[in-house]
């Protein structure tokens, strides 16, 4: 089992930033690729961002490439979610989710997420 538990939302207006994070706890954090997804009310989730288990490669929506940046930090099981010039489309419930490295080898479209947070509210203003 991983338990992860998202913080750092929050109201910010349009153009500003925020820095969410998820910490994780349970099985050994550097065998997780981790993702971000959001959802809007009344919308799909959506995927936002990925980094595999090392940290080597990062993938990113269109709608937020450029802007957000997605890290991890193995040594303190926690991955982060730097997010700039923010729109108020980006306004969701964020959620963090951890797919198991060794299974999950290939596209990262593809990932199985095994484990997903409770989520954090981020919301823009215009």
């Known amino acids: 089992q991983v338990q992860l538990v998202e913080s750092g939302g929050g109201l910010v207006q349009a153009g500003g930033s925020l820095r969410l994070s998820c910490a994780a706890s349970?099985?050994?954090?550097?065998?997780?690729?981790m993702g971000w997804f959001r959802q809007a009310p009344e919308k799909e989730r959506e995927f936002v961002a990925a980094i595999r288990w090392s940290g080597g490669r990062t993938y990113y929506a269109d709608s937020v490439k450029g802007r957000f940046t997605i890290s991890r930090d193995n040594a303190k099981n926690t991955v982060y979610l730097q997010m700039n010039s923010l729109k108020p489309e980006d306004t969701a419930v964020y959620y963090c989710?951890?797919?198991?490295?060794?299974?999950?080898?290939?596209?990262?479209?593809?990932?199985?997420?095994?484990?997903w947070g409770q989520g954090t509210q981020v919301t823009v203003s215009s």
């Open positions: 349970g099985r050994t954090f550097s065998s997780y690729h």
């Open positions: 989710a951890a797919a198991y490295a060794p299974i999950n080898t290939g596209d990262y479209r593809l990932f199985g997420y095994d484990y």
